[in-house]
């Protein structure tokens, strides 16, 4: 059974920054899309990027650009997306999912895509 588990959130100051995990078992997560994508307290989940099997497309939302970058490591299974210069507003708890259902060389942060979710990581930046 494919899991995520996602690691590496936790309490940072404004302009800090944190390196999010996201371990990949049971399947080879590197032939698959993978999203990032996080829900602030009283809001709907949104997306925050998305890479595209084998890494080949990458795209991020307008208010990450710049700040976050995904990155893959397919020898240890895992996903990394660190984010720098981060923001009150980055405050969330943070997912990965992977979207298995078939290689694709583009990527879409259509949730509904999604098949596979982890639990979530907490990343709070608060001065």
């Known amino acids: 059974q494919p899991q995520l588990v996602e690691s590496g959130g936790g309490l940072v100051q404004p302009g800090g920054s944190l390196r999010l995990f996201c371990g990949a078992s049971g399947f080879t997560f590197d032939r698959y899309v993978i999203g990032w994508f996080r829900q602030a307290p009283g809001k709907e989940r949104e997306g925050v990027s998305c890479?595209?099997?084998?890494?080949?497309?990458?795209h991020y939302e307008d208010s990450v650009k710049g700040r976050f970058t995904v990155s893959r490591d397919s020898a240890k299974n895992m996903v990394y997306l660190q984010m720098n210069n981060l923001k009150p507003e980055d405050t969330a708890v943070y997912y990965c999912a992977a979207d298995t259902r078939e290689l694709k060389s583009y990527c879409s942060m259509n949730q509904t895509m999604y098949v596979y979710w982890g639990q979530g990581t907490q990343v709070s930046v608060s001065s």
């Open positions: 890479s595209s099997s084998y890494g080949i497309t990458i």
